[in-house]
């Protein structure tokens, strides 16, 4: 069945440090991937996404590249900031349907 | 983007009452929604998919008899936790897509709490 994983957290860094957040798949044939972010008190919100091998997804100075190759969907951001504390949550929906499946999420804590 | 909203957004009941938590798309018609539960410091994981009008299709594992889905509207999906016990507690969260897109806009959530 499909899978993702990411990098358990809480990831902690300073304002302006550089943030990664690995995320890996298992699926069938080329999912849509996404990025979810759910801030403290409220809902997931999509951040960005990606729906073929390649393609590039940007927000708000986030992106992820989809590596069809490595089956990942890497989460960048050059310069957090302490608005960036949230959960993320990165998530696949297969070619073929409409259910999303989610990592386990990791908390981020920027500190000023 | 568009709004979800859930109500209650917290609830504490008593092991074997009903509970009853309703999400409604604002905005927009949600043609097909989905539920999920989230535990503590875990991922959501799907409980069911219900499209207006139809009966629920809920994922293994899922008691559809203890976990009533109700979807008769556009606007409108209730889940009826029934005869709760404390092993239900969890975060409950609702989704929404409008057929036009296939993004999902999700509620912010409801936390229930069975004594």
């Known amino acids: 069945g499909n899978s993702v994983t990411q990098m358990e957290g809480p990831v902690t860094l300073s304002e302006e440090a550089f943030l990664t957040i690995n995320c890996t798949y298992t699926a069938t044939g080329y999912p849509s991937l996404f990025w979810y972010v759910q801030y403290p008190g409220e809902g997931l919100q999509l951040l960005l996404k990606a729906t073929k091998a390649d393609d590039k997804g940007s927000n708000k100075g986030f992106e992820a590249t989809y590596r069809k190759e490595t089956t990942s969907f890497h989460l960048e951001k050059g310069s957090v900031q302490v608005s960036d504390s949230a959960v993320y949550f990165c998530?696949?929906?297969?070619?073929?349907?409409?259910?999303?499946?989610f990592g386990g999420g990791t908390r981020v804590l920027v500190k000023p | 983007g568009a709004v979800v909203s859930q109500h209650p957004s917290w609830v504490i009941c008593k092991s074997g009452t009903s509970v009853k938590i309703e999400c409604r798309s604002l905005d927009f018609q949600a043609t097909t929604m989905f539920w999920y539960r989230q535990f503590p410091k875990q991922s959501l994981m799907l409980m069911a998919t219900?499209?207006?009008?139809?009966?629920?299709?809920?994922e293994q594992g899922v008691e559809k008899d203890k976990f009533l889905i109700n979807h008769a509207s556009l606007t409108l999906s209730t889940l009826t936790v029934t005869s709760a016990h404390p092993e239900d507690s969890s975060f409950y969260i609702c989704?929404?897509?409008?057929?036009?897109?296939?993004?999902?806009?999700f509620g912010p959530g409801t936390r229930l709490t069975v004594l």
């Open positions: 989704s929404g897509t409008s057929g036009r897109t296939d993004t999902q806009y």
């Open positions: 998530a696949l929906r297969p070619a073929a349907g409409n259910k999303l499946t």
């Open positions: 219900s499209n207006e009008g139809s009966k629920a299709t809920y």
